[in-house]
């Protein structure tokens, strides 16, 4: 118990520093991560050398260390989370097209909203309810300390989102009243290996990806949305939405999960740095 306050305690101190100074301890987080931790060096590179064979070791290397800015600026945001307001995420959190909410919203259509590990996955799924006008859903894994996950939850639900267990998804969704929901789920989570019912070919290999978004789109008829989630400078994030399908009912087995898994590759491959390397994505390949 005392940890968790001592841990809160320091989170909340950091937490209310300007921004330039919390960009100032990233930069020296990435360093300790890149040149004295080696921070699963091994992984990154594996990952990397799998997924652009045709780049030289140099420029692998110069992704692997600007991967290391990335990971490191989402760790001081994230401590940021602990107090910042709504109107700085407002400011900091810009959608490029909001029509695309906007329209099936107008036609009474929920959807799902599909995303990847890519710049700051957790500040755009805590302030999505801030640009869009559906009600906000995300699904989470709680943590086995009660104290630190009720803190977690409190942080991401702040600006209106609302969680639930991953162990109730089907349920939840089956079930949920709300007539246009917006529904956030990750496009590069691994599957289980006792769960793995397909793979497809994603950044050059052979990868177990999860059917959700395609089983749930069809069964609760929504549409599906992807997002690209570009940083435009330190601490300010332009989203960009693509209606992958507005309905999924007649599509083809496969083609939906197909189809997100693409989008997610194509927007790591414009921008590769900024994805999550360090994550044992093909454990299971």
């Known amino acids: 118990m005392i940890g968790y306050y001592l841990a809160l305690a320091f989170g909340r101190m950091l937490s209310y520093m300007p921004f330039f100074i919390l960009y100032r ?23 990397l050398q799998r997924s652009f064979p045709q780049k030289s070791k140099q420029e692998r290397n110069r992704i692997r260390r600007k991967f290391y800015r990335n990971f490191s600026d989402i760790i001081v945001e994230a401590f940021k989370s602990l107090s910042v307001s709504r109107k700085t995420m407002k400011k900091r959190f810009v959608l490029r097209n909001p029509e695309v909410f906007q329209n099936l919203y107008d036609k009474n259509k929920g959807l799902i909203m599909v995303m990847g590990h890519h710049t700051n996955f957790e500040w755009t799924a805590m302030s999505i309810p801030i640009v869009v006008p559906q009600n906000c859903y995300a699904v989470y894994h709680p943590l086995k300390n009660k104290r630190f996950n009720k803190l977690i939850v409190k942080i991401r639900e702040q600006f209106g989102l609302k969680l639930f267990k991953m162990s109730e998804t089907y349920p939840f969704m089956l079930n949920n009243e709300d007539e246009r929901p917006l529904y956030v789920f990750m496009a590069d989570q691994s599957p289980h290996k006792g769960k793995i019912k397909y793979r497809t070919q994603f950044m050059n290999q052979d990868t177990p990806v999860h059917l959700g978004v395609e089983n749930l789109s069809k069964k609760c008829d929504l549409a599906v949305v992807f997002i690209d989630i570009h940083r435009v400078k330190r601490g300010y994030y332009e989203i960009e ?36 390397w360090s994550h044992k994505r093909w454990k299971h390949a």
Do not use: C
């Open 241 to 276: 939405a693509h209606l992958l399908f507005e309905d999924t009912q007649n599509i083809e087995g496969h083609i939906v999960t197909d189809t997100h898994v693409k989008s997610l590759e194509n927007l790591i491959k414009s921008d590769p740095a900024n994805w999550l």
């Open 25 to 47: 301890l990233s930069d020296f987080i990435a360093w300790l991560m890149a040149d004295l931790a080696h921070y699963r060096k091994a992984v990154i590179d594996a990952n």
